[in-house]
Nanobody, 124 residues
């Protein structure tokens, strides 16, 4: 069973930076399109960023463009979300996601495997 595993969440002041990492157990990272979602209390999980299997295509939601970067190192079986200039509204649980269909948009409905989530809290 493929299982994404996140790490790197925590508490940071507004304007600060955090890097989230995600490994994949039970599978090979290079076989999956990878991405990140976040979820605020009482709301649906929302897309943040995705990266294709071979890094040719990167997708970011408008609210994080210029601040967040998604990257992957297939040799290390790890995908990263570098978050800079963090804002209090970035506070959420962040989920790593993996999907087999590299050619399809990554949405809540197309993701095949979810991580357990990691809390990111940005204080003002």
């Amino acid at each position: 069973q493929v299982q994404p595993v996140e790490s790197g969440g925590g508490l940071v002041q507004a304007g600060g930076s955090l890097t989230l990492s995600c490994g994949v157990s039970g599978g090979t990272l290079s076989s999956y399109k990878m991405g990140w979602f976040r979820q605020y209390p009482g709301t649906e999980r929302e897309f943040v960023a995705a990266i294709s299997r071979q890094e040719h295509n990167v997708y970011l939601v408008d609210s994080v463009k210029g601040r967040f970067t998604i990257s992957r190192d297939n040799a290390k079986n790890t995908v990263y979300l570098q978050m800079n200039s963090l804002k209090p509204e970035d506070t959420a649980v962040y989920y790593c996601a993996a999907m087999r269909a590299d050619w399809r948009p990554m949405t809540v409905d197309t993701v095949d495997y979810w991580g357990q989530g990691t809390q990111v809290t940005v204080s003002s």
